[in-house]
T-cell receptor, first 114, second 112 residues
Framework: EAGVVQSPRYKIIEKKQPVAFWCNPISGHNTLYWYRQNLGQGPELLIRYENEEAVDDSQLPKDRFSAERLKGVDSTLKIQPAELGDSAVYLC????????????FGPGTRLTVT | QKEVEQDPGPLSVPEGAIVSLNCTYSNSAFQYFMWYRQYSRKGPELLMYTYSSGNKEDGRFTAQVDKSSKYISLFIRDSQPSDSATYLCAMSVYTGGFKTIFGAGTRLFVKA
């Protein structure tokens, strides 16, 4: 069974430019998470989806970040415009809603903003 | 004060040693306790998942939870160079959905 797929794996952009990350969760997983992981830190939740509904986006900087999960499967996280402080690894994870909190992570997208 | 505290290390041990990794937490509402392993430039991988106080064993790994002390541990027996990675503790509380907080991770090096 395929794991969580993310693309691109690496992205280098200049500040003020837009950037988008894509995630395809494990088949059948209703819950999808986007995390940001700064160097030397643990993942921090940005947004959690139950199917296509964003049920926890309290930590998402809504002035520049947006996310969508059309049809309750794939998801896209966007930053516009990017700032230097956005340099981090953006991780996507998925889990089976209502069964457990066992989250399965993708490899992440390493973003560098110059 | 962070909700979850974890010593970042690094921790360096010889091959075959028993490794002890620990986290403390402040939120007594946490119900679920996890350990993830993260290799360099990879996503975290779930190692252990526990719900209650006590011990859970899986091969060379043992997870221990002490809710009264708000303290969790991961023990690795017969450590191998392939165990060299960052180990993240994580804790969750269910409030209509799972809220999960991760520790900062401990970097472990196992020397051959």
């Amino acid at each position: 069974e395929a794991g969580v797929v993310q693309s691109p794996r690496y992205k280098i952009i200049e500040k003020k430019q837009p950037v988008a990350f894509w995630c395809n969760p494990i088949s059948g997983h209703n819950t999808l998470y986007w995390y940001r992981q700064n160097l030397g830190q643990g993942p921090e939740l940005l947004i959690r989806y139950e199917n296509e509904e964003a049920v926890d986006d309290s930590q998402l900087p809504k002035d520049r970040f947006s996310a969508e999960r059309l049809k309750g499967v794939d998801s896209t996280l966007k930053i516009q415009p990017a700032e230097l402080g956005d340099s981090a690894v953006y991780l996507c994870a998925s889990s089976l809603r209502g069964f457990s909190n066992e989250q399965y992570f993708g490899p992440g997208t390493r973003l560098t903003v110059t | 004060q962070k909700e979850v505290e974890q010593d970042p290390g690094p921790l360096s041990v010889p091959e075959g040693a028993i490794v002890s990794l620990n986290c403390t937490y402040s939120n007594s509402a946490f119900q679920y306790f996890m350990w993830y392993r993260q290799y360099s430039r990879k996503g975290p991988e779930l190692l252990m998942y526990t719900y209650s106080s006590g011990n859970k064993e899986d091969g060379r790994f043992t997870a221990q939870v002490d809710k009264s002390s708000k303290y969790i541990s991961l023990f690795i027996r017969d450590s191998q160079p392939s165990d060299s990675a960052t180990y993240l503790c994580a804790m969750s509380v269910y409030t209509g959905g799972f809220k999960t907080i991760f520790g900062a991770g401990t970097r472990l090096f196992v020397k051959a």
